[in-house]
């Protein structure tokens, strides 16, 4: 069989879903297909090597087209923050117009928007967020759809669903039906003691919720205590409304600040 640099020159290269890569011949119109297996290497005319695998990357790429679902609470000055407590300040100090540049100082909390919870968070000697791992925030991911819940997500709640060793957990509930700049809701949808337990004893990698608490009304922080303990890091301020999804690949990525208990993170979904 002659190499492909000599079949394809002068000849127009084209390309069928169907029967692969083809040249039809300038003398006589006819078409030849050349089917490619996945160690074939495609040399084109000019000799470049385009892919080793093309032919299989096109198709997959093609049955694959990914969906990114941004899930993270945008963060502007009018933003809801944790007990209305108006932290975030985006001050501009210098202007394109006056200035040829435009730069922001930025003041905030750090609990704002999506957010995640250390261990250092409550616990004395807890990781801070620099020292969690990026794959203890990233992998495959189960949205539970806990909508009909009115007060608290409960271990019962949770037993109806299939949780495995290593699952990312995001709990979405009533609370994503929340504007991202209305007041605090302080009766908001949270995650008691005994769902903390149950999440625990699943070892699972994370747990997020759509709002930016993730317990209320137990003064001994039992939900936190307990994940936190495990190492079982809690993402707060999730944006879930649009996620129709029972399953996807998540990634969160923290900023990188040292020594500190919580920072704001941009978090996606991507459906497989
Ligand atoms: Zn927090």
Redesign the pocket.
Known sequence: MKPFDTIFSNKKITYSLRQGFGARSRANGTRKHFPLHRSSRVIFPLGKIVSRDFKYFFLQSRKKLMKIIDISWPITENMTE?KDRKTVQLKKIKDVDTDNMFETMITMHS?TGT?I?SPA?FLKNGKTVDQVKLKKLIGPCKVLHLTNVTEKITAQDLEKFDIDVNDVILLKTKNSDLEPTAPFNANFVYLDKTGAEYLASKNIKCVGIDY???ERNQPEHETHKTLLAKEIF?L?GLRLKNVTVTTGIFYCFPLYIKNID?CPSRVILIEE
Do not use: F, V
């Open positions: 944790y609990h957010h919870d968070h930016l608490g993730i809690i707060e919580s």
